[in-house]
């Protein structure tokens, strides 16, 4: 499975956008991009999945290119409580006989946000 | 609806000791996974079950074992306890296998003396 490559921390500031780009040059054809958000001492949450193009939903955007070995997950104007791991994972696409053995978590990106 | 639950919250266990890490999802999804989270590592996959009834090793299996023998409950056993063992364990689990969404337990924190 393809391996994933991001920052390994980000600083910000409230009420800025930040892009956490991710780069996974060996996606397969049938692969999703998929980012998760971990707070300290609780398990990871899922934030939004994407195959190609745009896909966006209330917490945030996920940008892929055309030849989709990157992706950037947008957080629009974070705030204090957006300070969290983010990780972004590439996953097979498929039903009950898919790739759940397959599920590879980086070490993530490591967010401060700050006044 | 409590979604995943896991069992103990924390545990201090002695090197060659038994132990059994409960989860139990109430959401009826057919996919469950045990991952290890250990400092410098991220999340590694250690078992998953795509349904119940059937198991299979994720990337790091020695030492654990899993059973599925419902839906609901996925326990994690470690038949002898090792040092190394010692991480924090997060149950998830999914509808079906395959990449959907993973919703995870709050985990347990297990130290091996």
């Known amino acids: 499975l393809a391996k994933t490559t991001q920052p390994i921390s980000m600083d910000s500031y409230e009420g800025q956008e930040v892009n956490i780009t991710c780069s996974h040059n060996?996606?397969?054809?049938?692969?999703?991009i998929t980012w998760y958000q971990q707070f300290p001492s609780q398990g990871p949450r899922f934030i939004i999945q994407?195959?190609?193009t745009k896909v966006t939903n209330e917490v945030a955007s996920l940008f892929i290119p055309a030849d989709r070995k990157s992706s950037t997950l947008s957080l629009p104007r974070v705030s204090l409580s957006d300070t969290a791991v983010y990780y972004c994972?590439?996953?097979?696409?498929?039903?009950?006989?898919?790739?759940?053995?397959?599920?590879?978590f980086g070490t993530g990106t490591q967010l401060k946000v700050e006044l | 609806i409590a979604g995943i639950t896991q069992a103990p919250t924390s545990q201090i266990l002695a090197a060659g000791r038994r132990m059994t890490l409960r989860c139990t999802q109430d959401?009826?999804?057919?996919?469950m996974y045990w991952y290890r989270q250990d400092l410098g590592l991220g999340l590694r996959l250690i078992h998953y079950s795509n349904t119940a009834g059937t198991t299979g090793k994720g990337e790091v299996p020695d030492g654990y074992s899993v059973s599925r023998a419902n839906t609901d409950d996925f326990p994690l056993t470690l038949a002898s306890a090792v040092p190394s063992q010692t991480s924090v364990y997060f149950c998830?689990?999914?509808?079906?296998?395959?990449?959907?969404?993973?919703?995870f337990g709050p985990g347990t924190r297990l130290t091996v003396l």
């Open positions: 060996n996606i397969a054809t049938n692969d999703y």
């Open positions: 994972l590439v996953v097979q696409g498929g039903g009950l006989t898919g790739g759940g053995n397959k599920l590879t």
């Open positions: 959401m009826r999804h057919n996919a």
């Open positions: 998830a689990s999914s509808v079906t296998g395959g990449g959907n969404e993973q919703f």
């Open positions: 994407g195959y190609k």
